[in-house]
């Protein structure tokens, strides 16, 4: 039996079946895809800078140095959020991230203290930060610190072990284990920030067979937030939320230590 | 035809009709469905819709973002600002100074003494000097254990704090005051406050840095378990580092845990 025999039934049963596809899939694809795109150009539409109206005494030559003027304004007022953003991160007593894109750099600071660094072989950051560069909101963007507001994670953030007190000193003797240097864990962790920023840090090493269950858990666990998110916006007739997803390889150890450090509310810095 | 052979065709008849072959249920089905073949089609098409929205939803993110890659930054509506030369270059000025003396002051967060930093993750320690290492070696923080009472009355939570401490004192040859954790976990009964079995000697090794709280940097018996979570909260270090991370900090010096 043809799973599709069912359109030699008759030309009404072809275009039913049409019908039937088409407008759902064009709702789909509307609602998740374009409009939330549509929405997001508009709010990051890029500007340009232009001098004033010209009076009678200005002539060309002065308005092409004052435009020139105008976008070293506006590089140094980039450099201003920058700094500020930084200067209000020093004054936490929190470790937070700090990730400048420019130099595929992830770091933990503290203080203004970087604790620890790594490069990122490969990287991956949504075009949407382009066009947000290049908008009139990006110095109002960068001026303020992301704060986490999600996050998942292939591995324990803290592996707490639970010890009951022994009676007495022959149950403590037979509590007593061998120390063993802990194993190496496979790190694939997600941390989704204020005005949806999702970093996600995947490691260079390949994944381990033990650590495959563990990876498959995480991945299932973001993705059915996801969905969730989007169901959530639909009953509230919302467009469902765009991640501007930053996406870092690492080695294992580094991300392993960098997500155990921040707390879960962590802030970060994003330089782009 | 006797009466018991009749009877015996009837029920084999009756056999013969409830057990059709396999082909026969195929075709009986492929009758019916193409006797409905609206409902054929709204099932698959049920389904069709499913699977196109999972997909959609997986990858709408990248999606978009090609949307986003497909769109040009420039060609945007210009932005006029009413300005002459004079306000522009006072303006720039007052900039410049301001980005010059915030990137000063960040610089100067870096601090210029020595300072520790102490990796838990991996139980690493690093001395260091500016942006510069002068010494690393391994380490033990705290094991991550939770200690708690048969009754769970009391807790204890075995994890070396995160952040930044400052060295509040400096110890030679530190005497370690049991507290009342150390008691339970062995299963003995805990002593009164300020009885002798709570002291014990030589067991944190010949330097202590005390960095408040409860927590120290201090020397261990069990130098096999350095590079291993296997504290109570405190910082244990081999003989070398400890006596060279003793002799460079100062009281006031920091530490930085993560």
């Known amino acids: 039996m043809k799973p599709f025999s069912f ?236 991640y501007i997803t930053i996406d870092l390889t690492l080695p294992q150890a580094d991300i392993v230590a960098m997500y155990r450090a921040v707390p879960y509310s962590c802030s970060m810095m994003l330089l782009f | 035809m006797t009466e018991e052979q009749k009877e015996q065709e009837n029920q084999g008849d009756a056999v013969a009709a409830e057990t059709e072959t396999l082909p026969e249920i195929s075709q009986a089905l492929k009758r019916q469905t193409n006797e409905h073949p609206y409902w054929r089609a709204f099932g698959c098409a049920f389904w069709f819709v499913a699977l196109i929205a999972v997909l959609t939803v997986w990858f709408a993110d990248r999606l978009r973002d090609y949307l986003f890659t497909a769109q040009p930054v420039n060609g945007a509506p210009v932005l006029m600002i009413p300005q002459n030369a004079m306000q522009i270059e006072k303006e720039l000025r007052n900039l410049q100074k301001q980005v010059a003396s915030q990137k000063r002051r960040l610089q100067n967060l870096t601090p210029r003494e020595m300072y520790l930093i102490i990796n838990s993750s991996e139980n690493r320690v690093t001395l260091m000097r500016g942006n510069k290492v002068i010494h690393e070696g391994l380490c033990s923080t705290g094991s991550y254990t939770v200690l708690k009472t048969a009754d769970n009355k009391e807790k204890w939570v075995f994890q070396t704090p995160r952040g930044m401490l400052r060295v509040q004192n400096k110890i030679v040859k530190p005497v370690w005051r049991m507290p009342d954790w150390a008691f339970i976990e062995e299963g003995l009964p805990v002593p009164s406050k300020n009885s002798s079995e709570r002291f014990e000697f030589n067991v944190l090794g010949d330097y202590a840095l005390d960095l408040g709280r409860g927590y120290l940097i201090h020397g261990t018996l069990y130098q096999r378990f350095l590079g291993m979570p296997v504290t109570h909260g405190c910082v244990r270090l081999g003989d070398e580092e400890l006596k060279i991370i003793y002799h460079n900090l100062t009281i006031g010096s920091k530490v930085f845990i993560y």
């Open chain 1, 7 to 242: 359109l030699k039934a008759g030309r009404g049963v072809r275009w039913f079946f049409a019908i039937l596809l088409f407008f759902p899939i064009l709702f789909i694809f509307s609602y998740i895809i374009i409009l939330p795109f549509l929405n997001l150009a508009q709010k990051n539409r890029p500007v340009g800078v232009e001098p004033a109206v010209h009076d009678s005494l200005t002539v060309q030559s002065e308005n092409s140095s004052v435009r020139k003027q105008l976008l070293v304004r506006r590089d140094l007022k980039l450099e201003d959020a920058k700094q500020r953003a930084q200067i209000q991160l020093t004054r936490l007593d929190s470790i937070y991230f700090f990730i400048d894109l420019n130099d595929s750099l992830a770091a933990i600071k503290i203080k203004g203290v970087t604790l620890r660094k790594s490069k990122s072989s490969r990287i991956y950051s949504s075009p949407v930060l382009r066009h947000l560069k290049q908008s009139a909101k990006v110095e109002e963007w960068l001026a303020k610190p992301l704060v986490a507001q999600q996050s998942w994670s292939s591995f324990v953030k803290h592996p707490f072990k639970i010890k009951n007190a022994p009676k007495d000193t022959l149950e403590a003797l037979a509590m007593k284990v061998e120390i063993m240097a802990p194993e190496p864990i496979d790190a694939y962790c997600s941390i989704l920030f204020d005005r949806n920023v999702l970093l996600r840090m995947r490691q260079i090493e390949k994944l381990s067979i033990k650590g495959a269950w563990p990876a498959v858990k995480y991945e299932a666990a973001f993705r059915f937030s996801r969905l969730k998110g989007i169901v959530n916006a639909l009953i509230l007739l919302q467009l469902p939320p765009h």
